[in-house]
C-alpha cells in the first residue's frame, strides 16, 4: 500500500481538534477537500476513524490507535525540521521529559535552573507522571528521555544512567509524637493510619513488597495519587508515611513532622535518568542530557 502523507498530514490535524472546520484552516485547505480526504483515508484502510455525532467528531478505537502513531512521527518531523534549521547547533530547540515527583524535587529542579541560565532559548517540555507512566511514553516515543525513580522494569531497549540514591524513612504529624520514642515492628504500624501511593504506583508496588518479605502485608488507609500530596497529609495528622529524608527534612527541623524509627530499614531508591536506545536525541535534548550526566558526575566528586 503506497502512504500519501499528505492524508495523514490532514489525519493529524482532524484528530488533534476534533473539528473539520479547524482543521482546514490550520492546513490552509477547504472543508470540503478535508472531508474528501478523511474518506479516502478511511477507504484506504478499510475502516472507520471518526465517529460524527450531532456535537461533532471523535475517534474510533481504530483512530485513536492511528493517531498515537502519526502524533509521535508528526512531532519528530517538526524536530528535524528544527534541528536542520539550526544546523545543529544545542543553542535552541524544544526538549520533552518525563520527570516523577521525587526525581523533580530532589535532583531536577535544581540542575534545571543552572541549564535555563546556559541556554535560555532551549525550551523544555516537563511532562509530571508516575513512573510506571512516563516509563509507558518515553518507550512509546513522546519523550526524548526522562529523569524517574525506581524501582521500574529495565528492559534491553531503554539505557539507564544512576543519578543519585536516596532513603526513604517513616514520619508523622505531630500527634505521633510518642511514636518517635521508640523503634516499631513493622506489624505494628498495622494500628496506626498508613498513607501511601495508590495500587499501580511503582511505590506502591515496593513497600507492598516491603511488608510482604518481612512477614505483613496490609494496604494504605489513605491512597494519593501523586507524591506531592503525601507530605501536607503526613503534616496535618491524616496518618504516617514513607517519604524521602531530603524533602521530609525541613519539616523535621520546624518540628511539624516527627520521625518514626522502624526496625528494618525501608528499601533503597535511586534517581535514574532514561533513554530510548534505538532512537536519536536532537541537539537540544543531547545538551540537555549531558548536562544532567555532568551534573551527576559533579556530584560525586
Not at 482532524?14 to 474518506?39: C, D, F, L
Not at 512516563?134 to 525506581?150: E, I, P, R, W
Request: proline share 4%.
Amino acid at each position: 500500500m503506497d502512504i500519501n502523507f499528505e492524508y495523514y498530514k490532514v489525519f493529524y490535524y482532524v484528530a488533534k481538534y476534533e473539528n473539520i472546520t479547524k482543521a482546514a484552516v490550520a492546513i490552509g485547505s477547504s472543508q470540503p477537500n478535508v472531508t474528501r480526504i478523511m474518506k479516502l483515508l478511511e477507504s484506504q484502510l478499510g475502516c472507520s476513524l471518526f465517529m460524527r455525532g450531532a456535537r461533532g467528531i471523535s475517534l474510533t478505537q481504530r483512530g485513536e490507535l492511528l493517531y498515537s502513531h502519526v502524533e509521535t512521527a508528526y512531532r519528530h518531523l517538526l524536530q528535524a525540521q528544527e534541528e536542520i534549521g539550526r544546523q545543529g547547533s544545542p543553542a535552541c530547540g524544544t526538549v520533552e521529559i518525563g520527570a516523577t515527583e521525587a526525581a523533580l524535587h530532589l535532583f531536577l529542579l535544581e540542575a534545571l535552573y543552572a541549564f535555563r541560565a546556559a541556554y535560555p532559548e532551549i525550551k523544555i517540555k516537563i511532562h509530571n507522571h508516575s513512573t510506571l507512566e512516563t516509563m509507558k511514553l518515553l518507550v512509546s516515543g513522546k519523550l526524548d528521555f526522562a529523569v524517574v525513580t525506581t524501582p521500574f522494569e529495565r528492559t534491553s531497549q531503554v539505557s539507564c544512567i544512576k543519578i543519585v540514591d536516596f532513603e526513604e524513612i517513616l514520619v508523622g504529624g505531630t500527634q505521633y509524637a510518642d511514636l518517635s520514642r521508640r523503634v516499631l515492628e513493622l506489624r505494628e504500624i498495622r494500628q496506626y493510619s498508613w498513607i501511601g501511593l495508590g495500587k499501580g504506583s511503582a511505590t506502591y508496588l515496593l513497600y507492598k513488597d516491603f511488608f510482604i518479605r518481612h512477614g505483613v502485608d496490609f494496604e494504605p488507609d489513605m491512597e494519593v495519587a501523586t507524591s506531592d500530596l503525601l507530605l501536607p497529609l503526613i503534616e496535618n495528622n491524616f496518618g504516617i508515611g514513607f517519604v524521602p529524608e531530603k524533602l521530609a527534612s525541613p519539616l523535621l527541623k520546624e518540628k511539624k513532622l516527627v520521625q518514626i524509627p522502624i526496625v528494618c530499614p525501608p528499601p533503597g531508591r535511586s534517581i535514574q535518568m532514561v533513554s530510548d536506545r534505538g532512537r536519536a536525541k536532537s541537539s537540544a535534548a543531547d545538551a540537555l542530557y549531558q548536562y544532567l550526566k555532568k551534573e551527576k558526575a559533579d556530584e560525586k566528586r
